[in-house]
């Protein structure tokens, strides 16, 4: 992903801004004639506890369930059978990412409201790294280099996970508070309630939207196993198959 829009990094959750900053004036406004993507529901499945985070492994489905503690659960597939729960420590944690060999979590301090994203392997439990994360952080994704966070502002960022320094921004103009982000083969879908979803491709430009809203409620997260749009709000779980052939908008 590239540094967008003339942003100066100083340190995650520390930046400097040349020109307007990301969500405000000076850049472009997003295209207005883009494609429209249709989603179809295609299933809903529950899950025992309130879901935080989402991401796809290979291998299954990670949830992070708000029961009475925090937990990592692995499904074999969406409502499926539960393979393997990892407890987590955290009292305040939110979003999930996969990079491909472990996960990303979100953590708030209960004190302090610092926030950070750890990553976990999916084996032992055993926490891997730790970066910075803005305070008011939401939700995670990994596009294939970079952690996707947003933090229900207007815009998205990427942070390189080995050093948590902020690589790029970009603004969303036609969403206020950007609350949920998911990542698939060069699309970065970004969300808030009551929205339709935008896709934006890999150098920060809208080519899509989505035309019907299915983010109806807050606290929604979201995911693609295969082709397939996963949402998750409580514990619901709804599939949605997405059509991408609709005439632009």
């Not at 400097?16 to 299933?43: I, R, W």
């Not at 790294?129 to 280099?145: E, K, S």
């Not at 890999?202 to 807050?218: C, M």
Request: negative net charge; hydrophobic residues 45%.
């Amino acid at each position: 992903m590239q540094t967008i829009k003339a942003l100066a990094v100083l340190s995650a959750g520390s930046l400097l801004f040349t020109g307007c900053v990301p969500f405000g004036c000076g850049a472009p406004a997003d295209p207005t004639d883009v494609q429209a993507f249709v989603l179809t529901a295609s299933g809903t499945a529950t899950a025992p506890e309130t879901i935080e985070g989402i991401a796809a492994a290979p291998d299954g489905v990670w949830l992070l369930e708000l029961g009475n503690t925090y937990e990592l659960v692995e499904l074999d597939r969406v409502g499926g059978i539960e393979k393997r729960h990892i407890a987590l420590d955290d009292r305040i944690a939110f979003g999930l990412a996969w990079d491909g060999t472990a996960l990303w979590v979100g953590s708030r301090d209960f004190e302090t409201g610092a926030a950070t994203a750890k990553r976990i392997d999916p084996a032992t439990g055993a926490t891997l790294a730790t970066i910075a994360l803005p305070a008011a952080a939401t939700d995670l994704a990994y596009d294939g280099t970079y952690l996707i966070v947003v933090q229900g502002l207007g815009d998205y960022e990427a942070y390189a996970p080995a050093t948590g320094a902020l690589a790029s921004s970009v603004p969303v103009y036609q969403l206020d508070a950007v609350a949920t982000v998911a990542y698939h083969d060069g699309e970065t879908w970004v969300a808030q309630p009551g929205s339709t979803a935008l896709i934006y491709d890999n150098g920060g430009t809208l080519f899509a939207k989505t035309s019907s809203d299915a983010f109806t409620a807050a606290g929604a997260h979201m995911t693609f196993v295969g082709d397939t749009l996963v949402i998750a709000q409580g514990s619901a779980l709804h599939t949605y198959a997405v059509d991408r052939t609709a005439p632009t908008l």
